[in-house]
């Protein structure tokens, strides 16, 4: 089976759908992982969100956008390879993070190469109130209606955000043998852990038994609060 899962930004992989995504690979499934931004903005939004643990950020302050982009880059390309994805497999859009629904339609452009007969798109939810989320959530809808995948499932996880699916359309998958894996595999992402939400979360990773998604078909989109 194709899986196509769309991060907005780096770490949003693991957090969103991590478990699962280490549950499919295991599974023989072919994974490919669309990271959408750059998170060039994290230190400047960390400071204006009073999110910067201080003395995580230190070496990271000075730095320029362009010079935090590449090291996030960096970042997903050696999480994604301890998660075992071929690079063939990775697809870093590099577009500025904070900027992606100005962006949409390269960012749809760029997706259609890589989601052509895939069997399920993984991604945020709607209604979102990250508008890199948000956008992301366009994206992947936008590249399916384009590429006419009628025939593909779409798993929505939530990110910071509660999941408003219906029952019938909800399914958990266990995954707490992945729980100790997706809790190393983000300490990788040393920039995005200098921020105390993305900290937070990652404790919870030590607790994760389940993750829940909606899953919708191509002809549901638009029908629900999240899809």
Not at 8 to 13: A, F, I, S, T
Not at 68 to 83: D, H
Request: aromatic fraction near 10%; charge should be negative.
């Amino acid at each position: 089976m194709k899986i196509v899962i769309f991060a907005p930004h780096p770490d949003d992989e693991l957090f969103g759908c991590g478990g699962s995504l280490l549950k499919w690979m295991n599974a023989g499934n072919d994974i490919h992982l669309i990271y959408l931004t750059d998170n060039r903005a994290l230190i400047e939004w960390g400071i204006k969100e009073n999110q910067l643990i201080e003395e995580c950020a230190q070496q990271y302050k000075d730095l320029t956008k362009d010079e935090i982009a590449e090291i996030a880059l960096e970042e997903a390309k050696k999480v994604s390879k301890s998660i075992g994805l071929p690079a063939t497999n990775v697809h870093l859009f590099e577009i500025h993070d904070q900027d992606l629904e100005n962006n949409i339609e390269l960012a749809v452009d760029l997706s259609k190469e890589f989601a052509k007969g895939a069997h399920r798109f993984v991604i945020p939810s709607d209604n979102n109130n990250h508008n890199d989320h948000q956008a992301a959530h366009t994206i992947a809808k936008r590249t399916a209606m384009e590429l006419q995948l009628k025939n593909t499932e779409f798993y929505v996880y939530a990110l910071y955000n509660v999941l408003k699916a219906p029952r019938d359309h909800q399914i958990k998958i266990k995954m707490a043998e992945y729980r100790d894996q997706l809790y190393e595999l983000m300490k990788g992402y040393k920039t995005q852990l200098c921020l105390k939400d993305t900290r937070m979360g990652w404790e919870t990773f030590k607790r994760r038994r389940f993750e829940r998604f909606g899953v919708f078909n191509y002809n549901e989109m638009n029908k629900f609060e999240n899809f």
